[in-house]
């Protein structure tokens, strides 16, 4: 009874997902109702298991989730996005639109600007470009998603989405963990995603599919908007990087013991140093980027960005904390020993990867979120993989870096938010496009095994 409890929770927070019902409101609902399967009383279970972990999740991570929506926000309102889409894709050219659309997705999401704003500035020029050449509009959100959703956001090392930051918490790394091993993925994915989306522009092209007829939210692209140039526009996404790189290394060398005097809690270091640079790090590219577009800003007050960027990141922190509270409540109920314990046996190469990739990709996909599904599994069972890690020697950055990019495969399940967003910004619906979503994205996920098959053949990091 107790299993039974636990799975029907699932496949109901999955269903009330998947019909638009918020997390926020039914991850707990859902957490309570395998809890009485259990036997445990309600209320306790929701005060004493289900908020302190969505609280710590809110604690740890809410810098980033709001700087990095400010940043995003700052970015697209003073037109610094749109000049970096708009000059990428004229370089690129045409004659490669998919290509354009996703080094130009990539570009913005390794610079830290998040993944609603990249397919609000992407969409406009992609719609137009893709019209232009007479590909079928239907595959724009594939070629935005493989773009925004997959080897740039947690696969290349450094970068500042926060998928790419959480593991940090668990293993004492950096987001530049395992750089061969994650540069590595960015390659096979790339290839194996690109080839994806020519095979099917090609199939269209040879049925004699074009852009189509009739679409809705199809975009005005002023051609003549004064922007401002790609040599400033990019400036910011530099500062991110470069700064977010530097301060880690600098914060690194600090002495542990300092901070222990007033922060006793404050056993070690290595976990908060990636948080730490990152926020300074976007707040350097906030700054920046509103001194270089301030005339572009004028038009709606920075206040109006600030406002915009804070209240937005509220909705995705709320949204990945309750899933995390609804993981905690799960985790610690007596059904889950056995389901745990499962996972925790798969040896694979005898080392936690294999494990810890399954596990990773399999609660993302059941809460639709990547980051949900990447901090159920390392609370639940972080702790051991990392004992595991030690006990065959392996680099703890291995860990980071497959548990990361786990959680960017299976997540994109047709209730993923992002995903029915970036429907609903090309005027398409998941019939007509969700197949190429899916494709891009699950590449990911075969990816991963790809890597840990690679890593444990050659021993790199």
Known sequence: MQELGILLSLALLIFMAYRGYSVILFAPVFALLAASFSGYELLPSYTEMFMPKAVAYIKNYFP?????????????????????????IKLIGQERAMYAVVISCAILVYGGVSLFVVAFAIYPFAASLFKEADIPKRLIPGTIAFGAFTFAMDALPGSPQIQNIIPTKYFGTTGFAAPITGMLGAIILFAGGMAWLEFRRKQAKARGEGYGTGHINEPDVDENEKLPPLSLAILPLLVVLVGNFVLTRWMQTWDPA??????????????SIGIWALIIALLAGIILAAIIGREGIKRKGIAYSLNAGTIGSLLAIMNTA??????????MLPGFKSISAFLLGIKGTGTPLWSEAISVTTLAGITGSGSGGLSIA?????????????????NPELLHRIGAMACGGMDTLPHNGAVITLLAICGLTHRQSYGDIFAVTVMKTLTVFIVITVVSITGIV
């Open 64 to 88: 980033i989730f709001m700087l990095g929506a400010v940043f995003g926000k700052i970015m697209e309102d003073t037109g610094l996005a749109k000049s970096i889409a708009r000059s990428l």
């Open 378 to 394: 390392l609370d639940i069972m972080g702790e051991q993989y990392l004992a595991w890690a030690h006990q065959v020697g392996l």
């Open 322 to 331: 309750s899933e995390v509270g609804y993981g905690n409540v799960i985790s």
């Open 258 to 271: 300092v901070y222990t005097v007033h922060f006793p809690a404050l056993k070690s270091i290595a976990g």
